[in-house]
């Protein structure tokens, strides 16, 4: 009896402990953002360098559409009326 009463106090101690055994700033430079319209961000940019437009384009009109609100929207955006204005003035 004394031995479980003694027991659930050291795991009572631990518990309330634990938060104080670690403390640390999480430093935001360290912090890796894997949202979905950055990965398909950086696969259209791949795209967009091996030469194959048609694919860029595709991935950032899924990106536009799929994920609106995503920090790279805006750009995605501005790159495919870029590239729709320069095939407006291609011969």
Do not use: N
């Amino acid at each position: 009896m004394i031995v479980r009463a003694l027991a659930g106090s050291l795991v009572a101690a631990t518990f309330s402990l634990a938060p104080l055994q670690c403390p640390r700033e999480t430093d935001a430079a360290h912090c890796w953002d894997d949202a979905p319209g950055d990965g398909l961000w950086d696969l259209a940019q791949k795209f967009r360098d091996g030469h194959d437009d048609a694919a860029a384009r595709r991935t950032l009109e899924y990106l536009v559409e799929r994920y609106p609100s995503s920090r790279f929207a805006p750009a995605a955006r501005d790159q495919l009326a870029s590239a729709i204005d320069a095939g407006a003035r291609a011969p």
